[in-house]
């Protein structure tokens, strides 16, 4: 199952990134607890479907109930993120939302009809997450997971006879999972590496045509992104001393 494959990809960089050690010493333990914003900047890549779910025959584009289309793309994607976290000791709870731009395209020819070319574009991509960090000093390994949802768009024309499915656009929500490590540079500026795998529920498409009749396509999919992130940390408390060990 495509969960699957996301969450044991996230696992593995949360448990690779839980191999970092600081180097005990009797200098000032960094803490984490405080509000954040940043920018991320990487990569993203998805595959994503679109079903024909017009009975009894399927749609213009399609030759009968149950044709798909097939769509995958990558690209850059960046964007920011504000959130706050509280450390327990050496456990660092916290929350965040973030906002990713990633132009995932992919047009082709359509399967059925020669003439005609399909497309789908997903961009943005909005988050909500919980996260769960383990902290080294200046060092935070964490896992996440929470909502996410992107705006998924789909067109198609035949580009002989003319007839398009008209501009349409929806809203899609599914869940995210993934995991990260952070280093505080400074005091107050934090770089890391963050993975997130998102999975889109199954929503239906509904549009007209320049003939005036109905489309109905399922569309689902799934997204990776894989980014460098800095932080800025606001209202830091005093850091926590410990002795030597």
Do not use: C
């Not at 896992?143 to 789909?154: H, I, N, R, S």
């Amino acid at each position: 199952m495509k969960w699957v494959r996301g969450l044991g990809l996230a696992a593995a960089i949360g448990a690779a990134a839980a191999f970092v050690q600081a180097q005990p010493s009797a200098a000032q333990s960094y803490n984490w607890t405080g509000l954040y914003f940043g920018g991320h900047v990487g990569g993203a890549w998805s595959s994503s479907t679109a079903q024909d779910a017009l009975a009894p025959f399927g749609g213009y584009f399609t030759t009968g109930l149950g044709d798909t289309f097939k769509f995958d793309s990558s690209g850059v994607a960046g964007g920011g993120q504000l959130g706050y976290q509280l450390q327990f000791g050496r456990w660092v709870l916290g929350a965040e939302v973030a906002g990713t731009w990633a132009d995932l395209h992919d047009r082709h020819t359509s399967p059925f009809f020669p003439t005609d070319r399909v497309e789908m574009r997903i961009n943005p991509i909005l988050t909500a997450t919980a996260r769960l960090g383990y902290a080294w000093d200046r060092w935070l390994a964490y896992v996440k997971g929470g909502y996410a949802g992107t705006d998924l768009e789909m067109r198609a024309l035949d580009t002989v006879a003319g007839v398009s499915l008209n501009y349409n656009d929806h809203w899609v929500s599914g869940y995210t999972v993934g995991a990260g490590i952070e280093y505080a540079l400074y005091d107050g500026v934090r770089i890391g590496l963050d993975y997130s795998y998102i999975d889109l529920q199954t929503e239906r498409l509904i549009a007209g045509t320049t003939l005036g009749t109905p489309e109905r396509f399922d569309t689902t999919g799934d997204i990776h992104t894989v980014s460098a992130r800095i932080n800025f940390q606001l209202g830091r408390p005093e850091p926590r001393y410990e002795p030597l060990k």
